[in-house]
Structures are given as C-alpha cells and as structure tokens.
C-alpha cells in the first residue's frame, strides 16, 4: 500500500497544502511547532477517521475555519483509492470513498493501516490501563472487523447498565433489566476477552524478537500479562456478585472495560525498574510486533509514522531502526524531524533514498 497524495484544506495550522509522494521514505523536516506532527496526524485522520493527539474533531479546524478537507489517495492491488475526511461543527463527519459516502465510521477502520510510533507513546508505561487498552483494541480493530462490532455493543451495553444503576431510587433498580443487561454484557464481553487473550499469544513472540533486537540482550527477559477479571471466573457470574457494590457506587465495577496489559521486565514491572533505554526498546519493540502483525494478517505493510523518534533515541537503536529500513523491512514511511542534517546523514550514510520536504509556518516551503 502507497499513499501518493495528501491534501489537506484548514485542517490545525495548514489553510491549504498539496503533498506528492513518488518514494518510499519521506521526511518532513523544519523547526519544532510549524506543523510537521500535523501532518502525520493527517495521515492517521484518513485510517482511523479521527486524530491520534485530538479527541474533539472541533480542534483539528484551523482557528477562524469552518471545517476542515483531509484528502488522501492510496494505491494497491494496481488501483488508486480517494479517501475524503471532513467534519464541520453541527454537522456529521463524512468519509467518502471514492466519491461514495461510508454510512459506518467502523466500516472504515482497517482498510488502510497504518502503525505510529510518538513520543507520546510513553504514556503506554506510565499511564494507566486504558491507554494499553486503547491501543492493543486499536490495532486488534484494523484486524478484526467482529472484534470492533463487539467492542462498540460492549461500551454501548455499559453505557446502558450505569445508566441504569444511577437511576435507582433509594437502593432499588429493576432487576428484570438488569438482567438483560448482565447476560447482555457478560455475552459480547467474554468474545472481547477471548480475542484479546488470543491475539496477545500470537503478537508476544514477534514483540519479543525485537525488543532483543533492539537491546542487544539476550539477557533481559520482557512480558506482557493480560490482566482481567475474567482470567478467573466468567462475567455473568461476577456481574451477580458485585452487584450491590455496583449499585452503591453507580458503575460496573468488573468486567473486561477495566482489563489491563502489565509491562514487565525480568518479572519486574517495567516502570518501576526500566532504564530509559530498556523503556524505549520495549515501546518501539511493541510497535514493530504491531507491524509485523498488521502485515501477517493483511498480507500488505501498513504505512509507518516516525513523529520525532530520532530525537527520543541514542545512537544504537536509531541505527538498528535506519537497518530495518536498509533491508526492506517497512513498506513506505513518513518521518518528522526537527534537525535535518542528522535526517539527511542518517539516510545518506545508509545509502536510502528519501524525499525530503520542507515545512514553514503551517506550509510546504520545498521539496529537496
């Protein structure tokens, strides 16, 4: 899969910019804040049909904008594909495939797949379980379309059930519904469980094989556990046992929404005792399993986002990550950076040829 254009009309601090890419690897480069972030998050808009730093669609409009126009067009299979994303205050966002409207978001997911690896990524060590939540449901999504029906009827059933214990008068809800909504959720929710239980089986020997490539060592063990409270009982039957304590605090308080994935490193969890060094091995190890998985599963390489990453790491692994490009590993590429003499040297000494395209002030100044 090729991305060959992106347009991109009021989208965060561009009015307007036209992007050709003709080469596999391609760097955007200028000082921090003029926009280079931006534009890989307007990649991300175009596969996931939302921004990757942004919850609101309302921020990503240009201040003084109405709306904004994400435009993209994808070759593979000998064929090209437009994407159109665009989403204006009081009205519903629109994706348009190929001049025909996608009437589900859902439907969208995982047809074009994509693996970001950011700075912010850190947050997957030092946040809490629903940042690993996300992103292990993420990228099961562009995987497994069963999956993400199942997921959205789970958050939609859990909606319901709380709404339902906050509607209790003085202790007392209606049991008959409640009901309903236990089988309901313990039904949609042990599929959740089982697919992410199995998927995670699947992705650690990949994980694993990098993180040793990464680090050097063949001596640092690293694990992920999937922490659930179904590992022990099935759901319905915990739904029964908490629920007076769900009715009191008005929530469900078991169930696969409250899932983690522990980071450990030589059986010890990975914040408390990993270096920098060993953290950023075992996040850009995760990220590389991603890829690897994508592309097992879809038979294609997703499009690969480095936002700042040579500026997050030392010399080694940005070495060990310039040879997996050297040997074909990726498909096509996008990579921020702030310094381009070390972007341009690091390309250069490994002999990859790259398009190079200079940002100013939300614009596209020159393509070297």
């Not at 050709?20 to 200028?30: H, I, K, Q, T, Y």
């Not at 890989?40 to 921004?51: E, N, P, R, V």
């Not at 069963?146 to 209606?174: C, F, I, P, T």
């Not at 089988?183 to 699947?202: C, D």
Request: proline share 2%; charged share 25%; net charge neutral.
């Amino acid at each position: 899969m090729h991305l060959t254009d992106l347009i991109l009309f009021d989208f965060k601090n561009y009015s307007e910019a036209h992007f050709s890419f003709e080469g596999r690897v391609n760097c955007f480069l200028g000082k921090n804040g003029v926009g280079k972030t931006n534009i890989l998050d307007a990649i991300h808009y175009l596969a996931f049909t939302k921004s990757s730093l942004l919850s609101s669609d309302a921020q990503n409009v240009r201040h003084g904008s109405s709306q904004f126009i994400v435009k993209g067009k994808f070759y593979n299979d000998d064929r090209i594909t437009e994407v159109a994303c665009s989403y204006a205050p009081g009205i519903k966002k629109s994706i348009i495939v190929d001049g025909k409207e996608t009437s589900r978001l859902a439907d969208h997911i995982g047809k074009y797949p994509i693996v970001l690896i950011a700075p912010n990524d850190i947050e997957l060590i030092w946040g809490g379980g629903e940042m690993r939540r996300k992103f292990f449901d993420s990228l099961i999504s562009q995987l497994n379309r069963n999956y993400l029906e199942q997921l959205m009827k789970y958050n939609h059933q859990l909606r319901q059930r709380n709404s339902l214990l906050r509607q209790a008068d003085n202790g007392r809800v209606d049991r008959d519904l409640l009901d309903t909504y236990d089988h309901n959720l313990a039904e949609t929710g042990k599929v959740i469980y089982q697919v992410r239980r199995e998927f995670l089986n699947r992705l650690l020997p990949l994980f694993k094989k990098h993180y040793q490539f990464l680090s050097g060592s063949v001596d640092e063990e690293v694990d992920i556990t999937y922490k659930s409270d179904c590992n022990d009982a099935d759901l319905i039957d915990l739904l029964k046992e908490s629920y007076r304590r769900d009715l009191v605090l008005q929530r469900t308080c078991v169930g696969v929404h409250r899932d983690d994935f522990v980071f450990t490193l030589n059986g010890h969890e990975l914040k408390r005792i990993g270096s920098q060094g060993q953290q950023k091995s075992f996040l850009i190890g995760l990220k590389l399993a991603e890829f690897q998985s994508i592309e097992i599963a879809k038979g294609l390489k997703p499009l690969l986002l480095l936002d700042d990453i040579f500026d997050k790491l030392d010399d080694d692994r940005i070495h060990k990550l310039v040879s997996l490009v050297v040997q074909g590993t990726f498909g096509q590429l996008f990579i921020t950076d702030a310094r381009p003499d070390r972007s341009q040297g690091l390309l250069k000494e490994a002999n990859v040829q790259a398009e190079l395209f200079q940002i100013e002030g939300g614009k596209l100044i020159e393509v070297l």
